[in-house]
């Protein structure tokens, strides 16, 4: 029974290390049977200033940066893990365009464990659904996934937050959104967004948080914001792996 056991063990241990990488993705040093090693898992996870409505990064410490100031969001806040800056461009591009899932599970991680140190137990407690950013059909069938479903997926096992997965429909085959202003993103998204009927009881009096892996000029969040506090919804932030620098800040 005993070496029974132990070629089971064996067996299992065998099967771990075929599914694990034996180095880390981003230095390539051992780590352990894990994703990344402890050195670069300590590194992505410093905490950065920013501001703490809608997570842009900051010089110094202040609670709200100048565009929350001047302009509100129809979010209530916005937790980004990092800026757009190595390695997370990276990282993003291999699991978003070269469909290298391992790299969206390692974001899922990071994500869930930021939100774990930043966001306290008593607000997790209160979010009634999780809700990716949904993806158009065809670019959805293009693709094989949804990236931000992927994360919302991990994160919703994790912290035991129902997925809400077939309330919005993105009917709309918009542009691609990066290099536009703000106002053309606008204007690209209008009418991007719609609920669905049969998931419209859902929504009055909830609080959802959005789940996406980028987050710009926040036009797509608006956006989806707009639908879903026009169906009743009471509190929406938003959940994402990294918040860019407005174009003013990239001028800088």
Known sequence: MKLTFQSVLQTIRLIIDQLLPAQCLLCRLASNNKLICEYCQKTLMIKRPCCQRCGLSLPAYQAFCGDCLQQSHLFTQLHAVADYHPPYPYL?????????LIYGE??????TQ?????ISNRQLAEINY?????????????????QAQILA????KKLQIPLLLEAVERHKQTK?????????????LKGAFSITRNQQNKLPGSYIVIIDDVVTTGATVNSLCSVLLQAGVKRIDVWCICRTALPTQKKQ
């Open 92 to 100: 993003i591009k291999r699991f978003k365009y070269a469909k290298q």
């Open 106 to 111: 390692l974001l899922s991680e990071l994500l």
């Open 114 to 118: 930021s939100v774990l140190l930043n």
């Open 130 to 146: 999780l809700l990716p950013i949904p993806l158009y059909k065809q670019k959805h069938r293009q693709r094989g996934f949804n």
């Open 153 to 156: 997926g991990a994160l919703a």
């Open 176 to 188: 691609a959104q990066e290099g536009l202003s703000l106002q053309k993103r606008k204007k690209n």
